[in-house]
């Protein structure tokens, strides 16, 4: 039964609950899809012992009538989360075979739910990239190929692992984090759905950190349904993580299918960059005009200082990275490297551990936090993420969401990095870095192919809390979009 | 440039990573590609502007003062590169 692996996460929870086929089955399914996918790299520890029996004790849950929402539903962890007992590894050579003693309070709620892990997936090293490349463990291929060719494409980063098991029929859905773009530029690169929620509505606890002011949980999905399902299991407050908002779980399935008749959208002008490609604006413009078709009123907006979010990204995110990353000296836990002194050890021990992308980020916090520059750009840098913030805030006074493409380009070739300076690179999340200094809620979905034939992917950003909105808005574009196309499978061995 | 080797010598040995003094001259030119990329932020008008340190302003919130957990050291040692007898093994660190 390998279509079990083609259904949706509600279709398969529903098929379950009724008892048309076993967790264990469907478990199977996914076991074998992954064990045959191993060309993609998007899972770097594949846990079937774990998620058979996982699946056993789904199905003793629903003859006894006791499911659990997600009962039985395989999913895929990115390997961020720390797992009990389960290597976590944040794709980083310094945490060596790290296996923590405590379990993440988000992968916490999903087994609660009832959920099976099939295996931790594939990221940029401690989510650093956007492009999956940075992985100690090699990159992720996506799944989609440009029509006719045979390139390897990136699945985007960070939670590239993720998106591209999704994507190809690897797990129902996957957890991502989304510091600065890493849940919904993946989801835009592979076809699927990804949100962020409001920073604080999932808890931090058991995460590895990157920048703990911009760093947020979040599911990728098949659908926009499915997203909401994900997300209702993830969210809710945490007195473990004191960022962790106090604040009731909406019923965010119920959003989807919404009527979304009278909203205002707001189309800011900024997002409008020179240079962007056509194809870009052109499947903005049909955005705008399914919305205007379900009864939307678009409204143009401003948010003038988004051409200033890249670069203040770039100075708070290194800067909190350099200070969480403090505490990988190999003492506790992780590598050791040998050297002569403490200092030496020390050193050594980063040097070997840490990536180039990483030790580059580390470096730059480390120089805009040092005596004498911390006013010039990190205090600098707060205070323009405040104008940041309240552009937003002036935006939401007249509009209830705003519409945006999520990434300024379709799937790039791997290894393109290489050619790339680093500001380059960055540039990747012009679109999506700005919700993560403000805060605020923002979600991807597939809305078409480009002449390629490689998904594009439309951004909608609300409110703080109002993720509601977001998945009423985001129902009504996936059924105009209609986007059913599947990449080939290349892959299966 | 705004980053030379010097720099980055100073700013590796605070960061604690060994950087080898061949790399010392690239790593300054790619940190000041970087660096100068930033420096655009000089633009923006920020006069009475308070910082924002989070994204949502709640109070942090206080919890009584009472150990919650502990008395595990076997996980606590559990990925401990050396341990012996309950305790870490680390390098010397007074002469």
């Not at chain 1, 900024?270 to 678009?298: F, H, R, T």
Request: aromatic share 8%; charged share 20%.
């Amino acid at each position: 039964m390998s279509d079990l692996t083609s259904l949706t996460l509600k279709a398969a929870v529903e098929g379950l609950k009724a008892r048309r086929f076993s967790s264990l089955e469907i478990t199977q399914a996914h076991v074998q899809a992954m064990q045959a996918a191993r060309a993609l790299n998007a899972y770097v520890l594949e846990t079937p012992d774990k998620a058979l029996d996982m699946a056993r004790a789904a199905d003793e849950r629903i003859a006894s009538g006791v499911a659990g929402p997600l009962e039985g539903a395989p999913i895929g962890i990115k390997d961020l989360f720390c797992t009990e007992g389960v290597r976590t590894t944040a794709c980083s050579n310094i945490l060596g075979e790290f296996k923590p003693t405590y379990e993440s309070t988000v992968t916490t709620q999903l087994w609660r739910d009832g959920a099976v892990m099939l295996g931790k997936l594939n990221l940029d090293e401690f989510a650093m990239g956007s492009s999956n490349e940075t992985s100690a463990f090699g990159p992720v291929a996506n799944p989609w190929r440009a029509e006719g060719s045979n390139q390897t494409l990136t699945p985007g980063g960070s939670s590239g692992g993720s998106a591209a098991a999704v994507a190809a029929d690897l797990c129902l859905g996957a957890t991502g984090t989304d510091t600065g773009g890493s849940i919904r530029q993946p989801a835009a690169f592979t076809g699927t759905v990804g949100i962020k929620p409001t920073y604080g509505r999932c808890s931090r606890w058991g995460i590895v950190a990157f920048a703990s002011s911009l760093d947020q949980a979040g599911p990728i999905a098949k659908t926009v349904e499915d997203c909401a399902i994900l997300l209702k299991s993830m969210s809710g407050h945490d007195p473990k993580d004191s960022t962790s908002l106090p604040v009731a779980v909406p019923d965010f399935p119920s959003f989807v299918g919404r009527s979304v008749k009278g909203l205002r959208i707001g189309v800011p002008a900024e997002y409008s960059a020179p240079g962007m490609p056509a194809e870009i604006q052109a499947l903005w413009d049909q955005g705008v005009a399914w919305l205007k078709d379900a009864g939307c009123e678009i409204v143009p907006v401003s948010l003038p200082h988004t051409k200033y979010a890249l670069p203040t990204y770039y100075i708070v995110a290194p800067a909190e990275a350099s200070s969480n990353l403090a505490r990988y000296d190999g003492m506790r836990f992780g590598i050791r490297a040998e050297g002569r002194t403490l200092t030496d050890v020390y050193e050594n021990t980063r040097a070997e551990g840490f990536g180039e992308e990483v030790q580059r980020r580390i470096l730059i916090g480390a120089y805009v936090l040092s005596a004498g520059y911390y006013d010039a750009y990190y205090l600098k840098a707060q205070k323009v993420r405040r104008r940041i913030a309240d552009d937003f805030a002036k935006a939401f006074e007249t509009v209830d969401a705003l519409l945006t493409p999520t990434t300024p380009s379709s799937a790039f070739a791997l290894g393109a990095k290489d050619t790339m300076d680093p500001v380059t690179m960055y540039l990747n999340d012009v679109f999506t870095v700005t919700a993560n200094l403000a805060g605020l809620p923002a979600m991807s979905l597939p809305a078409g192919l480009d002449s390629q034939g490689l998904p594009l992917g439309l951004q909608l950003i609300g409110r703080p809390l109002e993720e509601g909105t977001l998945f009423s808005v985001a129902g009504a574009l996936e059924k105009a979009a209609d986007f059913r196309v599947k990449p080939r499978a290349w892959w299966r061995a | 440039m705004a980053i030379d080797a010097a720099t980055v010598r100073k700013v590796a040995r605070l960061a604690r990573i060994r950087a080898p003094e061949a790399r010392l001259e690239p790593l300054a030119r790619e940190l000041s590609v970087i660096i100068d990329w930033i420096e655009q932020l000089g633009e923006v008008d920020v006069e009475g502007v308070e910082p924002m340190t989070s994204a949502v302003q709640v109070k942090l919130p206080l919890r009584e003062d009472v150990v919650t957990e502990g008395g595990d050291p076997a996980k606590v040692l559990a990925n401990a590169p050396l341990a012996k007898d309950n305790f870490f093994v680390v390098p010397k660190v007074v002469e």
